[in-house]
């Protein structure tokens, strides 16, 4: 396993000054996104199934020990706050459960009995993609973990840093970012590690964004739960709405508190409907925005008179945003 050996730029590691070590982890980390860039077509593939998956009310489910479990668990857990989807859309199966998140529970990665147990749980099936992540390829729990999502039906997928591996044969399809020997021989939370984390990124960012939890490159589906919140959306909203809109900071901040939701507002805002028809448009699209902001413009040319209805409804939200904006 090529993230096991030894690595020629980095010996003599413990006679090298601050700025050395810098450079030397550097110049490995340099390598990531090259070893990364070539399982490309494999990460597209990949995107395709779990967002099938997701739109059929399926969910992607990561499972891993160690590094490779704790950045699974973070890519989860950074879904619902980023994306507003459901905590139960992106979920995560750690060796040694939640506890190993901060303390090593290494006994657990060598268990194919717990594997499989911890993924029973989840009872994985048809709809739902399962991604096993380990630098080695050949961690026994996750492995055991991805061969049981299969044989129930599920679709699955291994991310590896080491070619042809065991975890790589127990999938539908394998991810192989090849970094090579890490810095400090042996410490796959370092190239390796970053890499998987770039996969993931790609992963769950890319699935998300196919089912339009994404507007352009504006994530406007965040939360609206705080005030740094709120005006994180308005300024989104702002954005999202165009450069030649109308919408200023506080007709932002007004179509927000009457749509109660930032996709609401920005389909309200750029189709010109109410709300209730911006909240029918995405139902009928599954909360792609782009294609409600569409089908929410063709309904209105297609009914004149919920047309001048709901322009009226918009425009009003912009006359209460502005100063005066009440005075006849």
């Known amino acids: 396993m090529t993230t096991e050996q030894p690595n020629p730029a980095s010996a003599d590691l413990d006679l090298k000054s601050s700025l050395q070590l810098a450079r030397i982890i550097n110049g490995e980390d340099a390598k990531v996104a090259a070893a990364v860039r070539k399982a490309l077509p494999q990460i597209a593939r990949a ?25 699974a668990a973070l890519d989860a857990s950074e879904c619902p706050p ?25 006994a657990s990665e060598d268990s194919l009995e717990l594997g499989e147990r911890e993924m029973a749980k989840r009872n994985p099936g048809k709809k739902d993609v399962v991604i096993g992540i380990a630098a ?24 590896a840093c080491n070619p042809h591996s065991p975890l790589e044969q127990a999938a ?6 090849e970094v090579g020997p890490e810095v400090v021989s042996g410490s796959t939370r370092m190239k390796a590690g970053t890499a ?16 339009g939890y994404v507007y352009g490159n504006l994530m406007v589906n965040v939360h609206l739960k705080n005030e740094k919140l709120a005006e994180r959306a ?13 919408v200023t900071k506080d007709v932002a901040l007004q179509a927000l508190k009457v749509a109660g939701t ?25 909360g792609h925005v782009r294609q409600a902001i569409a089908a929410a ?23 209460k945003a502005r100063p005066g904006g009440n005075r006849r």
């Open 47 to 71: 995107i395709d199934m779990i967002a099938d998956a997701l739109s059929h009310g399926g969910r992607l489910i990561y499972v891993g020990a160690g590094t490779s479990g704790r950045i």
């Open 82 to 106: 980023t994306f507003n989807t459901d905590p139960r859309t992106v979920q995560y199966v750690m060796a040694g459960g939640p506890k190993a998140l901060g303390a090593a529970v290494e």
């Open 136 to 159: 080695s390829g050949r961690t026994p729990f996750t492995i055991a973990a991805v061969k049981y999502a299969r044989k129930r039906g599920a679709k699955t997928v291994a991310v």
């Open 172 to 177: 539908h399809l394998a991810i192989v970012a």
């Open 196 to 211: 998987q984390k770039m996969v993931l990124n790609m992963l769950s960012t890319g699935a998300i964004t196919r089912l």
């Open 234 to 246: 308005a300024s989104i909203l702002q954005r999202a709405a165009g450069p030649k809109s109308q």
């Open 262 to 286: 930032l996709p609401v507002a920005l389909v309200m805002l750029r189709a010109g409907v109410d709300r209730a028809q911006a909240i029918s448009a995405l139902t009928a699209v599954s």
């Open 297 to 319: 413009r063709k309904s209105k040319v297609s009914h004149p008179v919920q047309r001048s209805n709901a322009l009226g409804a918009s425009d009003q939200v912009i006359r």
